[in-house]
């Protein structure tokens, strides 16, 4: 499995409050063509919102998480980006469709993950709530890349991140720690 | 009711060298012994997800048709699929349903409620451009070369029995080989 991309850095709001429309410009940036969301009630007001009112990239809304870990492998296929936006709760509720689709087949499925009920500043890994500590654990034990967006200095790890997605052929998650300011 | 690969034998000979096929387990052990073709999208893990990664195929190949053979007990493992697809509405997405009441990949056991519940119906509610059902091989050889011309998304249900043995190697589905030639034959036409 490959190695993991956990980020080390000093976890705070590093360089100011999390911006969704700085967000949405890195996710244009890396050239994602189509967003697969469930509303997530940590990036909702910020991201999915300003999201759903832009003609690109294109929203497509699902009813479950693993759906969205399908269409994502096909637009894969195709040579298209996409970015799953959900919240942890759904990433659990997909784990087999993680597992085999985006593990076990190999394939770049990016997944920005809102961590509900995060304490703003305190790692994912030493949160008092059980369904956000479990998180990278998870994701450690799976072998899949994450990065720990915190603050307005963490979204210039999207990008990059995305980018090394799709290079590798591996499954990528950007974990949104605290509520992006719809501005 | 009709046989299965009776069914798809009738739709292979409408389909055509540019498309998409994603068949499911019992389904696509039936439909790589009638229609060998690297187009033919056999990786889509488990879970009932193929009517999902067909939409992924659909959205980002507009330019091709995109038929997913689906089976009841997946369809049942991804339902909200249904009113997902309806919403992001692909015209090229073609969704075949072998309904033969089981888990025939599984042993065979029965869907819940395998005779009472409605797959056409929750296509159509969900909000499919156009629904048929299929109980009789005449018609459908009829009618399926019609159906594939139509605008998507299409929901077809067939009524079938159960395939029965199958030589059910699923690296002949999902081995890296497959998956493989899959993303280049993709890529490449």
């Known amino acids: ?183 | 009711m009709m046989k299965s690969d009776d069914c798809l034998k009738a739709l292979a000979r409408h389909v055509t060298d540019a498309d998409i096929v994603v068949p499911v387990y019992t389904a696509a052990f039936d439909w790589i012994l009638i229609r060998p073709h690297q187009l033919n999208y056999l990786a889509h893990g488990a879970m009932g997800l193929a009517s999902s990664h067909g939409l992924g195929l659909a959205l980002g190949r507009p330019d091709k048709r995109v038929i997913v053979l689906d089976g009841d007990g997946s369809l049942l493992m991804n339902l909200g699929s249904l009113v997902s697809i309806a919403e992001a509405a692909p015209p090229n997405l073609i969704h075949f349903l072998c309904e033969n009441g089981t888990y025939e990949a599984n042993g065979g056991h029965p869907i819940p409620n395998r005779r009472g519940v409605d797959f056409a119906g929750f296509a159509r509610s969900a909000g499919y451009r156009g629904v048929h059902t299929f109980s009789d091989l005449k018609i459908f050889e009829q009618q399926v070369g019609a159906i594939l011309a139509e605008p998507g998304p299409v929901f077809v249900d067939l009524k079938v029995s159960p395939s029965g043995p199958q030589n059910r190697d699923y690296s002949l589905l999902h081995g890296p080989a497959v998956r493989a030639a899959t993303r280049a034959a993709l890529m490449a036409s």
Do not use: W
């Not at chain 1, 919102?49 to 399908?70: F, Y």
């Not at chain 1, 509720?93 to 087949?105: P, Q």
């Open chain 1, 1 to 183: 499995m490959d190695a993991r991309a956990t980020s080390h850095d000093q976890l705070s709001s590093r360089g100011g409050d999390l911006s969704g429309s700085v967000i949405i410009r890195e996710i244009k940036a890396s050239g994602i063509e189509f967003v697969v969301s469930l509303p997530d009630i940590t990036t909702s007001e910020g991201l999915l919102r300003p999201l759903a009112l832009g003609a690109s990239p294109r929203l497509i809304r699902v009813c479950k998480e693993d759906e969205g870990i399908g269409i994502c492998a096909g637009l894969a296929h195709c040579g298209k980006r996409a970015l799953l936006l959900i919240q942890q709760t759904g990433m659990l509720d997909s784990i087999n469709a993680i597992r085999g689709v985006a593990v076990e087949y190999e394939l770049p499925i990016c997944m920005m993950v809102g961590l509900l009920e995060k304490e703003p500043g305190v790692r994912p890994r030493e949160s008092k709530r059980y369904g956000v500590r479990i998180v990278e654990p998870i994701l450690d034990a799976m072998g899949i890349a994450y990065h720990e967006i915190e603050g307005a200095a963490d979204t210039s790890k999207i990008k990059p991140a995305i980018d090394d997605a799709y290079a590798r052929s591996r499954p990528v998650a950007l974990l949104i720690g605290r509520r992006p300011l719809a501005s």
